[in-house]
């Protein structure tokens, strides 16, 4: 069974100006089940995790609202605020919902790179262990040492390194982050999502490209932590669908079947707890 692991839907009227901007014609509108369907039919995708990306708990109970719609969407990472005094009980409600099997911060777009080190968040991600829930963490490579720190301090809650952290390939080059994620990957509660890659590539990527930086995701997690997925519709600033799914399936050409067949989807149903038979 394939899963994709990493994709969004969105309203732009919801988004009060918000990314992504006009600029970025490609994926400036909005996106629905509608429109990704045929996608997962052509290529055989049998479900989806559909993520946040927007830090509205509006917008979470939205996507919630579309995973009791949509039979693909097999589970949905939200949002809430995690700093906020009524964080435990706002997970608890959000982990209410059977479909509802992580929260993502957008750490990314937050000034402070170690945000998510901060002791006071212990309420936070102490209720998300609790109520069973993962970490989707939306980071780039300047935010790998504080996640360090955090998934140390909480062994006991599931991880997943959102688009590999964004490595810098259109520099073809690899700063801290190779050193960075084989720490990461060095504690068992962290995966890493293989995701992203082509949005951080240059204009006209080819699979070489991005094979230094697949082969160290897959060398330091090993194939029973690196999660599949599109990052779909921003995908379509690169190349679409077809294109990264064709990359993904040659910078894996060389692993076992087994391998690929839990990159593409096994790892995903259990990383997110998602049952295998239910729809």
């Known amino acids: 069974m394939r899963i994709d692991a990493h994709q969004h839907f969105w309203q732009l009227a919801a988004r009060a100006g918000s990314w992504p901007p006009p600029s970025l014609a ?19 995708i049998a479900g989806t995790v559909l993520v946040q990306s927007l830090p ?7 996507l919630l609202a579309l995973s009791e719609e949509s039979g693909f969407i097999r589970a949905v990472v939200g949002w809430t605020e995690l700093r906020a005094l009524d964080a435990p009980a706002n997970i608890a409600r959000l982990a209410s919902h ?21 002791p006071a968040l212990a309420p936070a991600l102490n209720a998300m262990v609790e109520h069973g829930l993962r970490l989707d963490a939306l980071v780039l490579p300047r935010h790998l040492p504080a996640l360090l720190q955090c998934a140390r301090d909480y062994p006991r809650l599931p991880i997943v390194i959102d688009h590999a952290a964004k490595p810098p390939i259109a520099d073809a080059a690899f700063g801290t982050w190779r050193e960075d994620l084989a720490q990461l990957a060095a504690l068992p509660n962290v995966h890493c999502k293989l995701s992203g890659l082509v949005t951080e ?21 090993g194939s029973r932590r690196v999660i ?24 894996l050409a060389h692993l076992g079947q087994a391998d690929r067949n839990d990159i593409f989807g096994l790892n ?9 038979e239910t729809p």
């Open 228 to 251: 599949w997925g599109s990052d779909w519709p921003v995908v379509d600033l690169a190349g679409g669908y077809a294109a990264w799914l064709a990359a993904s399936e040659a910078l």
């Open 268 to 276: 995903a149903l259990r990383f997110y707890g998602i049952n295998e």
């Open 26 to 44: 490609a994926i400036h509108r909005d996106f629905a089940p509608a429109d990704l369907a045929p996608l997962l039919a052509a290529h055989g």
């Open 201 to 221: 590539a240059r204009p006209g990527w080819c699979v070489d490209d991005l094979r230094p930086y697949a082969a160290h995701v897959l060398q330091v997690f």
């Open 98 to 118: 059977g479909k509802l099997k992580g929260l993502r911060p957008m750490l990314q777009d937050l000034d402070d790179d170690a945000w998510i080190a901060d």
């Open 56 to 62: 509205s708990e509006d917008d979470t109970h939205w």
